[in-house]
DNA sequence: AATTGACGCAACCCCAGAGTTGCACATCGC
DNA sequence: GCGATGTGCAACTCTGGGGTTGCGTCAATT
């Protein structure tokens, strides 16, 4: 088995690099936006590692239409696949993932300093007022 | 100010209730997927309050267009709007989005467990091998 | 009361994308 | 070599949702 897909740090997908986090995020959101996508993320961390024909009889729809899943996954940096003889083989990518939910984590603490602040703003403006 | 929005722990927008944590962690994605509503919610955290026609001044689309972007991010329980005389007045929730932010952080420690996992049993059977 | 500004509703246009089918190409097992 | 299996590519259909326009309604201002 090439590990290539195990440890390393560097994006192998190679869809994603000279991209500011906003449009990757963009990618992860887009790609975590549909159900489908979702269930094929989950049924590749429940095996480890499938392939597009493995996956698509686990689920409702085509080949095809997982195949075109997996496109949209791999070019999110949520799974890489490689080749292994006539198949390909895919795997989950937590680092996208981990990475997106970070950023929604400051968004929401961005929010609520924001709240914060007017709430402290509006009671300083009460308080004047009487 | 009615401050109804800004600590109590009831879902006072009225559109998720009932619901498992995939369906409202559902709502959220399809929510953020979207780059306009996204930059809404910018301009909603930034101005701590206002209209939908406020908000259509400051994106290039009509105000109806911002108006139906609103209705989704209130169903996905991010945004919460209220009626103060004939205006709408919306502004930002953090609660659902923070919610979102740590299933995401779940799953992806779920996948680097699984991953650690598939790792071990390699590295086990090719001592074994060996 | 008349006017103005903000909202809600409904009908409509349009295209990105989810899904399909068909076929050509590569690879494994015999 | 030959059949079987798995991928890749391309054309096609069709529904959903983002966007618009038009109009009716309601509240604030004068």
Redesign the interface.
Same mark, same amino acid.
């Given at each position: 088995?090439t590990?290539e897909r195990?440890?390393g740090p560097a994006v192998a997908g190679g869809a994603e690099e000279g991209r500011g986090a906003a449009e990757a995020v963009?990618g992860v959101? +887009?790609a975590?936006?549909d *159900?489908m996508r979702r269930r094929l993320l989950d049924l590749l961390? #429940?095996r480890?590692?499938a392939t597009a024909t493995m996956l698509a009889g686990g689920v409702p729809v085509s080949r095809q239409a997982v195949v075109k899943h997996l496109a949209v996954l791999e070019a999110a940096g949520l799974v890489s696949g490689g080749r292994v003889g006539r198949e390909v083989r895919y #795997? +989950?990518? *937590?680092a996208a993932?981990?990475a997106?939910? !970070?950023w929604?984590?400051a968004? #929401?603490?961005?929010?609520?300093r !924001?709240?914060a602040t007017?709430?402290r703003l #509006?009671e300083q403006a009460e308080r004047d007022s009487r």
């Open positions: 088995m590990d195990s440890a963009d959101l +887009v975590l936006a *159900p961390a #429940a480890g590692e #795997a +989950v990518r *937590p993932l981990d997106t939910a !970070r929604m984590a968004l #929401a603490s961005d929010w609520d !924001r709240l007017i709430k #509006a």
